[in-house]
């Protein structure tokens, strides 16, 4: 399915007179490398860059107000530790105790709640603004410069590429670098991209699905979301922020605790992702540009293995879980450790 949504975004980026496609960190890395091997016989193909990004790295930076603060806090998010809260969300390494007492939190370590706190969190947010402010604008100033570096500032017309859903990072991404007309390449799009998107005047595409309803669970993406992630995430820690460290922009990535089954997984499978589009290419060579993969047929193995997975399939995922600490949450894992026993009746846990 690599294949065919490499191919997808290559026929559609070229009907669209896009100049540069950027491959959003980090589940689009593992496509570009498919659209990198499939354009060898594409002179005239979009320029493809692999672009550092994420929900905390361009929203800590976005923040210019108190009231982009508050509106950052409105974000829903597991009960959390407050300093990872802030840490996470806002950028803010520490919260001097007295400002905590004042609210009524004993010490950073209580855990926040998003609907039982919301009064306190928002005025904890407001006396710590100056703070959550001044650290954006060193963060924003930064990725700006690598933005820069990387074309964003350019002529032409250009293009995100990431696995979806409702465009948050190219709303950001836009806004950030004032290009109003920044496109968009998802294998997903969810219904609510519409509302984001049209008040900027932008627009994007889904390959599998396109403005779909995320509660749709009679749709195979819906259903199985976080086993379709699993194949999209590369081998690095989410990306925090660019950081300027003598003289040079280097960017500050999340720590790879726990995910050591992770990585093993993902580097053998995106190998192989490699491997084949690499085949395909050089079997179809200049037939490629007549060759179309619809979505659903592209996924329809991978989807296979889902729904009925045996012993074997099920072996394959085990010790691989997912973080999520922009959104309090902690390392889930797809499967449990399969005992020896040939009884053990294996079912995946996501």
Not at 74 to 90: A, G, Y
Not at 106 to 121: I, P, W
Not at 274 to 298: S, Y
């Amino acid at each position: 399915f690599f294949f065919g949504f490499a191919k997808w975004i290559l026929e559609q980026a070229v009907a669209d007179g896009i100049e540069v496609l950027y491959f959003l960190a980090r589940d689009g890395d593992i496509v570009k490398k498919c659209y990198d091997q499939l354009v060898v016989n594409f002179p005239s193909a979009p320029r493809s860059v692999y672009l550092r990004a994420s929900r905390r790295g361009v929203n800590v930076a976005a923040l210019r107000t108190e009231a982009d603060v508050l509106a950052l806090l409105e974000v829903n998010f597991t009960p959390t530790p407050i300093r990872d809260l802030f840490k996470n969300r806002f950028g803010l390494d520490l919260i001097p105790p007295e400002v905590l007492n004042e609210i009524g939190y004993a010490s950073d370590a209580d855990r926040a709640d998003f609907k039982a706190d919301e009064e306190k969190l928002r005025q904890l947010v407001k006396n710590l603004a100056p703070q959550i402010l001044q650290n954006a604008l060193e963060e924003r100033e930064a990725l700006l410069e690598y933005y820069r570096e990387q074309g964003l500032y350019g002529s032409g017309k250009r293009a995100v590429v990431d696995i979806g859903h409702v465009g948050t990072l190219q709303s950001s991404i836009s806004q950030l670098v004032g290009d109003k007309s920044l496109g968009g390449y998802y294998f997903v799009t969810f219904d609510k991209i519409e509302e984001r998107l049209s008040p900027l005047g932008l627009s994007a595409k889904g390959y599998l699905g396109d403005a779909i309803r995320e509660s749709d669970k009679s749709h195979p993406y819906c259903k199985y979301l976080l086993m379709f992630e699993a194949l999209f995430l590369n081998d690095e820690g989410s990306f925090v922020r660019m950081q300027r460290t003598q003289g040079e922009l280097v960017p500050v990535m999340l720590p790879l605790d726990g995910e050591a089954g992770r990585i093993n997984f993902i580097r053998q499978v995106h190998q192989g992702i490699i491997e084949f589009a690499k085949d395909a290419g050089e079997v179809l060579e200049h037939d490629l540009q007549g060759h179309a993969l619809a979505g659903d047929l592209a996924i329809s193995g991978y989807l296979s293995v889902l729904q009925r997975p045996t012993r074997v399939d099920a072996t394959l995922f085990e010790n691989v879980g997912f973080e999520n600490v922009y959104s309090g949450r902690d390392s889930r894992f797809v499967i449990h450790k399969i005992e020896n026993d040939p009884d053990t009746t294996v079912a995946m846990s996501i």
